[in-house]
């Protein structure tokens, strides 16, 4: 069954340090997506990528946030100076088409240390 | 604005007892709802999810929702607990746009 694939499973990072977290989507979805999970938090919306661009993106996702898709394949999330409070769970999700359910990775824990 | 209540942060069933887990929407369009569930250390795998056809929806491993436009409701339930079960559950509702809002989880607990 296809499925989306994250890596690293984990990373640990020294506060201000640039990570890329990594993404492979379901081959023939269109839309991709990223969120988070703050250790005992909510599920929250990060932003949401389509047709090459961003189609939304929430109030966390700030200038230091950046997603890229840098071939057919891979959906990034970069996070350029990280602070502590970005340490959470990442997940990578794809959906078909609008509308349709979104389909996770195993998703990336960051710890910024 | 769309939103989702789970009441109940845990839940505790004694194994073959009824599961129930609740969830509330709000949505300011015709909803589409979903429940994932969790694993430990694992990814968010969808269970069911309703899109606006048949109200009464039948997930994978015995799991169902029904949804009550009238109790902007949409519980989850399944007739006989498993120790397999144990796992947290999200709600969410999906915008028809671009996201889905998730409600903050129920951790479900099943005794032996």
């Known amino acids: 069954e296809p499925e989306v694939t994250q890596t690293p499973s984990h990373q640990v990072t020294q506060m201000g340090q640039e990570v890329i977290l990594r993404c492979v989507p379901i081959?023939?979805?269109?839309?991709f997506y990223w969120y988070r999970q703050i250790l005992g938090q909510k599920v929250e919306f990060l932003v949401s990528?389509?047709?090459?661009?961003?189609?939304?993106k929430s109030e966390i996702f700030d200038d230091q946030f950046s997603v890229e898709r840098p071939d057919g394949s891979n959906f990034t999330l970069k996070i350029r100076s990280t602070k502590l409070e970005d340490s959470a769970m990442y997940f990578c999700?794809?959906?078909?088409?609008?509308?349709?359910?979104?389909?996770f990775g195993q998703g990336t824990r960051l710890t910024v240390v | 604005a769309q939103s989702v209540t789970q009441l109940g942060s845990h839940v505790s069933v004694s194994e073959g007892a009824l599961v129930l887990l609740r969830c509330n929407y709000s949505?300011?369009?015709?909803?589409?709802l979903f429940w994932y569930v969790q694993y430990p250390n694992q990814g968010l795998q969808l269970l069911l999810k309703?899109?606006?056809?048949?109200?009464l929806v039948k997930g994978i491993n015995g799991f169902e929702a029904e949804f009550k436009k009238s109790e902007t409701s949409f519980h989850l339930t399944k007739p006989s607990a498993h120790m397999s079960d144990a796992a947290e559950y999200f709600c969410?509702?999906?915008?028809?746009?671009?996201?889905?809002?998730f409600g903050s989880g129920t951790k479900l607990n099943v005794k032996p």
């Open positions: 999700a794809s959906s078909e088409v609008m509308n349709t359910e979104a389909f």
């Open positions: 081959s023939n979805h269109l839309y």
């Open positions: 990528f389509y047709n090459n661009e961003i189609s939304e």
């Open positions: 949505s300011s369009v015709p909803p589409y």
């Open positions: 309703y899109t606006s056809a048949a109200t």
């Open positions: 969410a509702v999906s915008d028809r746009v671009n996201k889905f809002y």
